[in-house]
């Protein structure tokens, strides 16, 4: 009987095994869609805004406002993440994306469409790299955290300090560090989102895959402007 008892178990555990793996799949398939919906209400919402000039002096003219209202949602969204409805949740990314889209329709007037169209392509190649890197590797990715964690304080110190004191020096170490920091975020986010598939701890399991793919939006979003900042090609 020890035996059926240990073929039982070995099945039982192989079962299991099938449904974590279908669990983690579904998830982070939720995941992704949620982020390509927001890049796309970015993407279009910028280039309605930038082919109307009235349009973009009203958003430079309060770009500020729209600055700090992003860093607010971002900030409520991740705050209440694990209280709110899908529907709220959802309602508060796209409305984020938004925001996004007001400010990056600026972008159209600083560099070109090559340069733009350009970026963002090997924005996604990467993004995608990292993201297979953090799927099929075996290796822990969490002793990063700390190296990716400095990095962010010091991109957005250091972007701070460029909106003030105009340098192409600093412009070119900020790209470069942006690069290596969105990079690695990419790739230990996806690994992170992968393990708490599960969604415990969330009202919602959709309120749980929008985090996540809110989280893997401003990965993508910044290894984006990055790249920008060391190709983009400025109009005259």
Request: proline content about 1%.
């Amino acid at each position: 009987m020890a035996w059926e008892t240990q073929g039982w178990q070995t099945a039982r555990s192989g079962v299991d095994d099938v449904l974590v793996q279908e669990s983690r799949r579904a998830f982070m398939s939720r995941v992704y869609s949620w982020m390509f919906a927001g890049l796309m209400v970015t993407g279009l919402v910028a280039m309605f805004i930038a082919a109307t000039p009235e349009l973009v002096a009203q958003v430079a003219r309060f770009r500020w406002l729209l600055f700090f209202g992003q860093l607010g949602l971002v900030v409520a969204i991740s705050a209440a993440a694990t209280r709110l409805s899908g529907a709220v949740a959802g309602a508060l990314f796209l409305g984020y994306s938004v925001l996004t889209g007001l400010t990056f329709s600026l972008l159209f007037y600083v560099y070109t469409q090559a340069s733009i169209a350009n970026a963002f392509l090997m924005a996604g190649a990467t993004f995608g790299a990292m993201s297979l890197y953090a799927t099929v590797t075996k290796r822990d990715l969490s002793p990063m955290r700390t190296f990716l964690f400095m990095g962010l304080i010091g991109v957005f110190v250091a972007s701070i300090v460029q909106i003030f004191v105009q340098s192409s020096a600093l412009n070119f170490v900020l790209g470069c560090a942006g690069v290596v920091v969105f990079a690695g975020l990419t790739a230990y986010d996806t690994q992170k989102l992968r393990e708490m598939h599960a969604a415990g701890g969330y009202r919602s399991a959709a309120a749980a895959s929008i985090n996540g793919a809110l989280c893997l939006y401003l990965d993508f979003i910044n290894l984006f402007i990055s790249l920008l900042r060391l190709s983009g090609q400025r109009r005259d």
